[in-house]
Structure formats: C-alpha cells, structure tokens
C-alpha cells in the first residue's frame, strides 16, 4: 500500500521542530508499523537525507523502548498493543497518518520521536523496591502467597513503562505507571514491610520530576497496551493517605515523648 | 604469542570445589570497597545483578547501557522461563541431575566445573528473586509452581506467566535502583562502549560514546564487566533485540581477550516463520508451548496445501514423537530444530514456501479445556495472533526455526575472568556454560548466578591482589589513543558517503552466514562464505551511507559501528565453524554425522576453540583448551 506519513522531525532538545511530509510507497500490510518507517527511511537513505530517528528494541511488545503518538492515540489506540506490534493491515491504501512523540513536560524531546524517560527511573529509585540483599533470602516457600495474590501482583507488574500513559494524560501524570508499580508489590507479604515509606517516597519523587495531577479522566487506562487497570490508583490513593497519616502520628508521638 | 587458558578450575570433588573455592578467595577488608572502582557494561540479567550486588558490597559501581533504561535490557524479552534445581515436584529432581542434564544437554563441550556450580547456585537464584517480589506463578496452595522444558525429564522450571525475563529484569533492575538511590552506582543510560583501555597488559577502563550527544569520553576502573547478551544479530533476523551486539565483546577480543567458540549459536525451533522482505526481526514462541503442543507436518507432500483441519490423525506425522518416544516433544531445541529443517527440505513444510511446521494444541484444548491452556499461554497465543492474524486456539500455529542464542563468546576462566587480567565477562557474553547447545530456561538461570552470586566472590578475589592504590588515571596515554582511534573510525565510517544503507549490508551478511552457516554447514558452504564476507565488507566501506556524522544522536552510526564488528566477526564464525571438524549440539556439519544425527569426534575436538587476534591484517590463532569430563560420561546423547 502507499502512504502518506507526516512525522515530527526535530533536529534535537533545544530546535523547535515541525511535521514533514513523506510519501511511503510499497508498505506491505503484513509489516508492522516500525518496519513501515524502516521502510520510509531506506527511501530517505536513497535520497541523501537523514533518517528519522526513533526508538525501540524487543520489537515484541515487552521492553517498553518504542512510543509514538499515532493519529493522535499513544501506540495507535489499538487494545493491548505496542507501536512495535501494531501491524499496517490497520491502515489502509492511501491513509494519511500523523506521527508524533510522547508530548509531555516530564519527557523532553531529545531529537525527532525520540524522548527523555530517565523521570521514570527517578522514581523507581526512590522506593520501587524491596530492599534485600543478594545472599540474605529465606527459601523461596517458605512465605506461602495464595495464587489470585500472585496473578494480582503480577497484572500490575506487566507495566513496561513505555509513557503511553503520561503522554495520553491530559495533565502529564505518571499515577499509573507508579501506582501499577507500588501494587506490585503491595499485594505481596514481600513487599509489605516497607510499604509506607515506599509509596510516600515514590508519590513524593513522581512530583518533583514535573508529572501533572490525576483529574480523573482515565485516558491512562485507555492507553496503557499492557491492560493495566485503573484499580492500581486507587489502591496508592489509599496507602498515601494512610502513609502520611502514620506519618503525622508518628511526629505527634516523637513530640509527646519530648 | 599464545595466550594463557589456564581455567584456575579448583581440585577436589566436584561438589566441593565451589565452596572450596569461595573459601580460598581472598577477601577484601569491608572499609577499603569503596575505594575500588568497578566498570560494568550491561544491565541485563547478568550486568545489572553484578553492577547491585558489587554495590550492595560496597565497592564504587559505574553501569552501562545502550537503551535509555536498565530495565530494557534484552533480558527483559525471555519468556519461558528459569530453572531451579529446588525438586518442589519431588519428581526426583537434585543439583547432580541439573547439572548431568546442562552438561549433556550442551552435547559435552562446556566446563564441568563451571556448570556444577551454576547447578548449585540455582537454588540460590529462587529465593532471592522471590525475596525481591518477582511474582513467580503459585500453586492454589501458596507454594511456587513448576513447568517442563526440553531436554529434561523433571519438572524444574520456574516462571512468571510468559514474561519470566521481564519479570526477573524488574527484580535486577529494582535491586540496581536502590544501589543508584544510595549513590553506590552511577548509572550511564543511551551509551555505547566503543572500545577496552589495557595498560600493562590489565584492563583499566572503557572508552564510551554518549549517544545523545555523540561525546567520547574514557572511564577508569581497578576491573571491567562485559555483560553485553549475545551477537544473534549477526544473521540480522534472529529473536533478539535490534539493538543486541557484538561490539563490546569483539573490541575486547581486538584488545586481546580470547573468544571461544565463536561457531556455537543456538537455532531455536518455535519462531513465527518469516513472512516478507521487509521482514526487522522474528518472534520466538515460548519453548513451553511444546508441553502441550503437538509438532507435526503432513505424512504425505500431497497434503501440504491443504487445511490442517482436513488432514486426519493417520495422516499426520507426529514426527518428534516418532523419531524421539522418550522425550517425544521436548527433545533439546538443536534436534528439534534440525528435524524441523529436515520435514521442510524433504517437502513437507507447511505454509508460505513451505518453510513451516505446525505445532498444535487441538488435543491439549480437547484434554484440558481452552481456559486452562488460555491461562497458561494466553499472552502468547495473542502474540501470534497479532503477528500472523491466525487464532491458535482454533488453527495450530505454524513455526519455524530462528537464530536465538549464542554459546560462544568471550573465554573465562572458573572466576569469569577473561585472560586479560581485570575483564571479567558475565551472562550470555562469556562462552563456558552452555557448550554446544543450551537448554532451555538456562540463560537466565546463568545470568543471575553470574552476577548475584560469582562475580561478587571472584571479583573481590582479584581487587584484593591489586593492593590498594588508585586506578590507573583515565588521563593515561592508553586512553588517549583509544579515544583517538574510536573518533577516527566514526568520522571514516561518515566519510564514505555511499549509496548503500547501513540494513542492506546487514541483511546480506544475515543471508550468507543463514545459508552457509546456519543449521547445516559444509566445508564448501563455510568455504563460500569466507570468500564472500570479506567481499561484503570491502564494499561496505566503500558505499555505504551515514549521514549526520559523530557528534549528534545518530541511530544510523549506531548500527554502522554495529554492523562494522559484525561484517569481520561473522568471518571468524565461519573459520571456526571449517575447522571444528565434528557436529556437536547446534553445530551440524553435514559431513559428521550417523542416522541424521549429530556425530562428536571426541579424539580430537574435546576442547574449547579460542580464538586469538593477530592484527587486521593477519588470521587470528587457535588456542585450544581440553575439556576433560570426570563426572559425566562423555557418551553419545541419545533422547530416544
Ligand atoms: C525472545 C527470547 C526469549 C528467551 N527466553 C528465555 C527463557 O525463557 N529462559 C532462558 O533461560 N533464557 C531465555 N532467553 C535467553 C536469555 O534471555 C538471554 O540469554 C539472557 O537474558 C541474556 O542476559 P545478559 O544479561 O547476558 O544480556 P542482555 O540482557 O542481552 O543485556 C545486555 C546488556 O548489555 C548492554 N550492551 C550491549 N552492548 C553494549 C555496548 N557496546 N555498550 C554498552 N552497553 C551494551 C545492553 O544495553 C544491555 O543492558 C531468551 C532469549 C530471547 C531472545
Ligand atoms: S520495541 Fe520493545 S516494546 Fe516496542
């Protein structure tokens, strides 16, 4: 099939970019969307330009490297599916299509489609573990977790922190990458011991990095390719008020005893 | 020169050499590792484990990677699974029976020593992962669950859904954020280790390339960790990421460091058959689907177009379960690739050019009912459903074989060190574990015993031996030159100004090294192939184009350095491959074998193949190190 494809091209952080029109001729519709644009940069090859630079690995749906505002939709609004698996038979002959980076405060644009997502590993650092060394671990049954414990932790444990949930938010925010995160480990025994810290220390980190506010909408939800539920939210809602509650009295009771 | 194999393999009976020689390591007093600095390239299972663990330690930790997370790391991508010799089945499972199983398994020619102590170390890997909160798969009860994979008569492998490696990485990569929190790591995300720095003959550190800004700068170190995955991509399609390379692990074979084995790649045989030209990568389907379903093409050619509904049981040829009734459909991937490769050559492959075999779960849905195969292989099932379009619940899948793994690598001794003193190599990178065929769910059981468990015994080993002065600086000419020779290569790699794209060369090498020395190679195929590498690579530097030059983010240099290594690194693939006279494991020269299997020569290729760099110009030297099997038969491997 042929396409038209505009795609935001920007030469690095500090140039203000713009949308440039490609023709893409020949785009077989069992290609996935990446190799469409593997395609679409052989022919800026052929013709002296610069390819269009953009990022992925796996190229199967789990390392969360790809991104891409499709027409508008984070990985092209296709249920559970990642721009790398999206394939072209979903568009059809002559389509025009828009492509765009993640656009959000926290994920500059560092060239073409390509963004910043070191404001996620910030936040991990800040408390997404669980704090044991290697060498100091009990047998691995010797804490029992009751099955639908462990397929809850693992739903939210799927997240492979793409953005699409950022970038799809009106406002910016990271609340379901963090809250899918902290329910991973909330809804195991392992992770119980440090909860509180953990979720203040990360809610805390996920403001500084300059994510916006949860207002409801949910487009999170929508877009999140690895059907990550909006549950998790409020489940971190929960624990953070509990967290700076203990917190408080913890304060009260250190004044007390002085 | 020839360079020194000495394995420092430790004496004693096998079940005691780890722990005599974790007891015999020196060790480095708990205040002064701070004062060591310690490089590690990767963030894999392997990397990012070493790069934590060294930190939860105490010593000063500098971590690379190329994507723009840790947590991306290819390891991320493994589905099936880990094993763990744990017996929780009590199926009759024992460290001893890991152990005889990894080392026949890789068709005896990896080290003995090495693969016992990854045996034991197994256990080790479960409880820590579940002390992190990797949500491994539970039993109703509570108590961890446990699939099959090939090669094995035990139930032993450990996994979280289809997503083992993902689910492993985020343990790797939680542990490694703490350690970055704590200020004990520094992390290096989008860089790129573009050569090794050795003075007096020790490595010191690393030249890296910044690929946002292009900057090169020299990091120093008292040791350096390569845990840079494997070089699959030398064929272009392979199941690994796009990013995954040699350059690491060839520049530190250039700067001295021996590389073993270069021909042993592991052809795996469930993958997503190619289905076009425009074709980046292929997509592995988990080897636990064989489990529960059932590999077969039609008996007859004249069957091959038609549906597989219409074609009855008695004209279906079971044929892994014909020819191997013991292991039936989980015989280790090399033979059951082979045999997959042997139904299609004889016209009975099914699908697009007749380069497919069904792998079917009518009967396992029929048995167990489609919620319970959903459960265990949903998120697959939809993988392959997205790819092809096709519904495998209602149509058996259709797979063939794809390059996967890669055995060989860069040489290490029993502590991972590689013969250059102070490169030490981790997880897929290094060669010894695996010999001639891996077993399935065994990479990321060796990824993490390396990182958590060996590197942070043998490492302090060595630091101790260096006493307590500073790194080399990183101002040392050694360091200078290195930046100077890497900056030269990018701007003569930009200078050529061709016509050709960096993927057109990429994939020609992918052809020839898939035709010549793929499943099946002959003396002529490799003979082939050594005359036409060279050809292709004088024509690379020659046409090829990268626009854009050095000092910006450029993706397209990127892969040209990549693309560079791997047009010489396929040719020392290929020589290996002529000289290793014998067929072992996923190695198959035509030539050697009885009844259409594998024929070893143990007389004379009982040994590692360690190649050593002789300059650009010169053909690198053979080193040899014998493999001696005390504690498992060498015998011929029979899964019938
Ligand atoms: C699709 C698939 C499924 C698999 N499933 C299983 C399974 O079920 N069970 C199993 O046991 N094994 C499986 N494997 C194999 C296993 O996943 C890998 O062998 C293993 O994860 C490799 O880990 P590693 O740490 O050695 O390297 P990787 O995870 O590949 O990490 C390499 C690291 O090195 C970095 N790097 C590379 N080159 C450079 C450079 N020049 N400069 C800087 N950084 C660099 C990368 O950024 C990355 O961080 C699978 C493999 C594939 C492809
Ligand atoms: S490239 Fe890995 S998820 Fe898309």
Redesign the interface.
Known sequence: MNLTVHVWRQKNGKDAGRMVTYQVKGVNEHASFLEMLDVLNEQLVAKGEEAIAFDHDCREGICGMCSLVINGRPHGGHERTTTCQLHMRHFKDGQEIWVEPWRAGAFPVIRDLCVDRRAFDKIIAAGGYISANAGSAPDGNAVPVPKEQADRAMDAAACIGCGACVAACPNGSAMLFVAAKLAHMHMLPQGQPERAKRTEAMVTAMDAAGFGNCSNHYECEAACPKDISRDVIAMMNRDYTKASLGHREEESKAEGAG | MTINLDARIPTGPIEQKWTKSKFDMKLVNPANKRKYKIIVIGSGLAGG?AA??LA?LGYNVACFCF??????A?S??AQGGINAA?N?QNDGDSVHRLFYDTVKGGDFRSREANVHRLAEESV?I????????V??????????ANRSFGGAQVSRTFY??G?T???LL?GV???L??Q??AGRVT?F?RTEMLDLVTVDGKAVGVVIRDL?TGAISSHAAHAVVLATGGYGNVFFLSTN???SNVTATYRAYKRGAGFANPCFTQIHPTCIPQ??D????L??MSESLRNDGRVWVPKAKADVGKRAADIGDDNRDYYLERKYPSYGNLCPRDIASRAAKEQCDDGRGVGPGGRGVYLDFRDAIKRDGQAKIAEKYGNLF??YE??T?DDPYKVPMRIYPAVHYTMGGLWVDYHLMSNVPGLFVAGEANFSDHGANRLGAAALMQGLADG??IL?YTMGNYLAGLGLGPAVSNTHAAFKDAERAVKTKLDTICAVDG???V??FHRELGNIMWEKCGMARTKESLTEALEAIPKLRERFWKEV?V??GQD??N??LEKAGRVADFLEFGEMMCKDALVREESCGGHFRVEHQADGEALRDDTNFCHAAVWEYQGDNNAPALNKEPLTFENVKLATRSYK
Do not use: W
Request: overall charge positive; aromatic content about 10%; charged content about 20%.
């Open positions: 484990a934590a663990t939860e994507q723009d997370s840790p947590r991306r290819h991320i991508a744990k929780y080790n479960i409880d820590q992962c579940v002390a992190q909160g949500p491994f798969a539970r039993e109703y009860g509570g108590t961890l979280a859904r997503q490696g993902q689910q985020l990569y939680a542990g954020s703490r970055i929190q992390m995300p946002v990421a796009k990013g289905s076009g425009f074709q980046s990568k997509t592995l939809e993988m997205r790819i379009g958590y468990f942070p016509k050709h794209s993927d057109s184009s626009k854009g910006s983010f993706q397209t």
